[in-house]
């Protein structure tokens, strides 16, 4: 246990050391700056609009007023949480896909596989700590995007905390099977492998998404059945099915909530698939000829 904390550290220092860290802080925050700068300035005019059709028809009652202005302000942070779940997984392929691929090419692993260290202290001591890199990440984006509509409307969505953990979850999958591939195949084949697994899952997500709203059954089964062979999409739709609105949800209103919802199952499915990665990694490293 001890040997895997070391690793862990040395992740994090590892990561500090390329300015993975600095850059991840600093492209963050300018994120959420010009999220927020955007933000502001089309809430601005939305408001406006709505003044100027108020005016033009003073009898719409103010129940429909306060609906169409917290469907506007939820669908405005799902378009935002919907760009940091993609920068998490595209964080969680390039910290994975150089880890342990990196280190074989160049012999740098030789240095720690000599030592008294189980291979599989070392699988863990790197996930343990890209994961935890990735926490960081996913609460520094998120957070901000839920904390700059806060400090804007005063609006949070439902089940936050849910939505923000399954954000959460999508991320450290990705880095689990990158971590898979990188045990395996150099860092070029890792990063192709990873993304073509994960385009997959995006398209068979949209074509399930589309299939739901055009009631086509075959179509929601090609999602269903994309999903089972990396189900990250599956947990990005479960989240905006957590933090949309029962309305933005029946009526498929908005292109980033989910219509089509992943059942707990799936959910439990990709918990499953997030541990048999973590153990395929660590036999792969086992048995790799170093």
Not at 68 to 95: D, K, P, Q, W
Request: proline residues 3%; charged residues 10%; glycine residues 10%.
């Amino acid at each position: 246990m001890n040997a895997i904390w070391i690793l862990t550290k040395l992740t994090f220092r590892e990561a500090m050391r390329r300015r993975i860290m600095l850059a991840g802080l600093v492209l963050g925050i300018a994120f959420i700056v010009i999220y927020s700068l955007g933000l502001h300035f089309i809430l601005e005019q939305v408001a406006l609009a709505a003044k100027a059709a108020i005016a033009e028809n003073p009898s719409v009652p103010q129940s429909a007023q306060n609906i169409i202005g917290v469907e506007t302000m939820n669908g405005f942070l799902m378009a935002g949480l919907y760009a940091v779940t993609f920068l998490s997984i595209t964080m969680a392929a390039l910290l994975g896909a150089d880890t342990l691929a990196g280190e074989i090419n160049s012999g740098t692993i030789q240095t720690i596989v000599t030592k008294p260290i189980r291979r599989a202290d070392v699988v863990l001591g790197k996930w343990l700590g890209f994961a935890g890199l990735l926490g960081l990440y996913v609460l520094l984006m998120g957070g901000g995007v839920v904390l700059s509509m806060f400090l804007q409307t005063g609006y949070t969505p439902d089940n936050l905390l849910a939505g923000l953990l399954l954000i959460y979850m999508e991320a450290v999958l990705i880095m689990s099977v990158t971590v898979t591939c990188s045990a395996a195949f150099p860092a070029l084949a890792t990063g192709g492998i990873v993304f073509g697994l994960y385009g997959l899952s995006f398209i068979g997500g949209w074509i399930e998404q589309f299939g739901a709203v055009f009631h086509n059954q075959t179509a929601v089964q090609i999602g269903i059945f994309t999903s089972l062979i990396i189900p990250s999409e599956s947990l990005w739709r479960r989240a905006a099915f957590e933090m949309q609105t029962p309305l933005a949800g029946v009526l498929g209103i908005s292109p980033f909530g989910a219509v089509s919802v992943p059942s707990v199952l799936m959910v439990a499915y990709a918990g499953l698939y997030l541990v048999v990665t973590l153990v395929l990694s660590i036999r792969i490293f086992q048995k790799r000829d170093l």
